[in-house]
């Protein structure tokens, strides 16, 4: 774990003990999101991107559900459609979600991880940023069970203690995920159950169904979580109403990602994005020198740049 400290809360969050902020994008500040996610675990941001958008990433992928298969495994019910390496599929996801500097910022302040070697006589500073950790769509359509409630920090193996939100420290959490409602989402066709502050408990403490949050969206609105919450998709009991959910996670720089970007998203996609983005898509070496090929950043093999990071 980090030891960069404890975070600076302000005062511009809920004290309800079941309940969760709701901001509006025009008007939200880092600090805000920050606060929120610290205290509660997640943080409503309703409009955070237009319905224009929405509809232009459903425009995207649709012929990609449309062609998904129904899935065989317990973790997501087989009336589930998915769509990944999006950014291979959807550009308007990448600006949108991965190009919005409020989540962005926000998963700087709670994800980067800031260490010192020594190098000889000299300490060095280093600074890991956060990377992608996946993209996917959902597609949940009437019929499909609950998802039982877990935390998507198991992958990342981390094991924290139970704290209170004073003592939260940077470093805690390994990811972070931002889920946009593609359609109108309601507890009826599964919204995504949310237990607040169950990021403060211990990894191992059962989680409870009692006091859960349903994260009911209109089109465009999003949901930012911390990924030790407990979550889980609801039951879709509706007779004819898909949830559609567009979900980007980032984690620390220095992790393993979940999504297999190199086999998700071919090269040449990769290569029209700007070299932040390329980056942040996991192909730029984390300080201080961890993803190097021949001793070089991806960015300089693949696309001929200069590394953000340089290796040390």
Same mark, same amino acid.
């Given at each position: ?14 004290? $309800? ?6 901001f509006?994008?025009? !008007?939200?500040?880092?600090d ?6 610290? /205290? ?9 991107? !237009? ?14 559900? @449309?062609?998904d298969?129904?899935?065989?495994g @317990? ?12 950014? %291979? ?24 991880? =800031? ?11 280093h ?23 877990? /935390? ?8 924290v203690?139970?704290? !209170?939100?004073? @003592?939260?420290?940077?470093? /805690? @959490? ?7 409602? &593609?359609?109108?989402? +309601?507890q ?14 211990? +990894?191992?403490?059962?989680p ?22 407990? =979550? &889980? %998709?609801?039951a879709?009991? +509706? ?7 567009? &979900? ?8 393993? $990602? ?6 998700a ?20 070496v ?8 021949d ?18």
């Open positions: 774990m980090d030891s960069s400290g404890p975070i600076l809360m302000t005062e511009a969050v809920n004290n $309800q003990p079941n309940s969760v902020c709701s509006n994008r025009e !008007s939200v500040s880092v805000d999101v920050v606060a929120a996610l610290v /205290r509660d675990g997640g943080c409503f941001v309703r409009n955070f991107m !237009s319905k224009e958008d929405a509809a232009a990433i459903e425009r995207e992928i649709r012929p990609y559900l @449309d062609m298969q129904p899935l065989n @317990d973790f997501f019910p087989k009336e589930t459609r998915k769509v990944c390496g999006l950014a %291979g599929k959807s550009p308007t996801f990448i600006k949108v979600a991965m190009g919005d500097s409020v989540y962005q910022q926000a998963c700087e302040r709670l994800l980067s991880s =800031h260490s010192k070697s020594w190098y000889g006589g000299e300490c060095m500073e600074i890991s940023k956060p990377i992608l950790n996946a993209h996917t769509v959902f597609s949940i359509s009437p019929g499909a069970r609950a998802q039982a409630l877990h /935390r998507d920090d198991s992958i990342h193996h981390n094991v203690p139970a704290i !209170s939100r004073e @003592d939260y420290r940077v470093g /805690r @959490d390994t990811a972070i995920g931002l889920f946009m409602a &593609g359609k109108k989402t +309601t009826a066709n599964g919204a995504t159950r949310f237990v607040p502050k169950s990021h403060l408990q211990h +990894t191992w403490d059962p409870s169904e009692e006091g859960v949050v349903y994260a009911e969206m209109e089109p465009g609105d999003a949901f930012i979580m911390l990924a030790s919450c407990y =979550h &889980g %998709g609801s879709n009991t +509706t007779e004819n109403e898909e949830r559609l959910l567009f &979900g980007c996670f980032m984690c620390k720089g220095y992790l393993r $990602q979940e999504e297999n970007m190199p086999l998203v071919p090269t040449e996609k990769i290569a029209q994005y700007p070299t932040e983005i390329q980056a942040k898509l996991g192909y730029d984390s300080a201080p020198y961890l993803g190097w090929v001793l070089r950043s991806p960015l300089e093999v693949l696309f001929g740049k200069e590394s953000l990071t340089a290796i040390q």
